[in-house]
């Protein structure tokens, strides 16, 4: 779908193993033959990862609104190159508008309230995943651990209690300008 950007969609998994090749796809199709292919929403809901596919022309934008059945985007090339790439695409592009769909549908009810989405991410995938939190109108929390003290039950249990967490993270704070949160289930822990 995406000529030689997505030639080899294991690149964008991260994986080195060679792609052999879609023996159905070579069994079928003509090495040679070029197509015209459309993207084709599925199911209502906001469009994501567009960005991600710049050889795609595109009808629609990140966070527009798409009805089921529209055609909202379309390609030309090798057919062979097409049909390799478009299960990566299809499979990212269903899960990024997932993400925003859902998160656009949870922000419309709790405004004006904001809607923080979580540091626990698919994994490969925490930029992403968080961009589309964006696309679909939540906003972005904390990368992960590196970025703000976040006290659980696990370093309150280890610390021995609330107060001796709270008491080595303040000496731990003066060292550095960060952020502090702390999760409990009860109070009188």
């Known amino acids: 779908m995406l000529g030689t950007k997505l030639a080899n969609p ?19 199709i003509p090495d040679d033959m070029e197509v015209e292919a459309h993207l084709l929403a599925k199911e209502d809901g906001i469009i994501a990862g567009i960005a991600l596919a710049e050889t795609v022309e595109w009808s629609q934008k990140d966070g527009d609104y798409v009805h089921k059945g529209l055609k909202f985007g379309k390609v030309h090339g090798r057919a062979h190159n097409i049909v390799r790439a478009e299960r990566v ?7 990024m508008g997932g993400i925003a769909t859902q ?5 419309d009810v709790a405004h004006p309230t904001l809607i923080l989405e979580t540091r626990k ?58 952020r502090m949160e702390v999760e409990v289930k009860l109070l009188n822990s």
């Open 10 to 28: 294991c690149i964008l998994l991260g994986k080195t193993v060679p792609i052999v090749g879609d023996v159905t796809c070579m069994a079928t």
């Open 89 to 95: 695409v299809l499979n990212f592009m269903q899960h």
């Open 103 to 107: 998160t656009k549908a949870m922000a």
């Open 121 to 178: 991410t698919a994994l490969g995938l925490r930029l992403v995943d968080k961009w589309v939190v964006l696309i679909g109108g939540g906003r972005n929390y904390i990368m992960g651990l590196f970025d703000m003290v976040l006290i659980k039950d696990n370093h309150i249990s280890i610390a021995g209690g609330v107060t001796n967490a709270l008491k080595s993270v303040d000496s731990y704070l003066e060292k550095r300008n960060l």
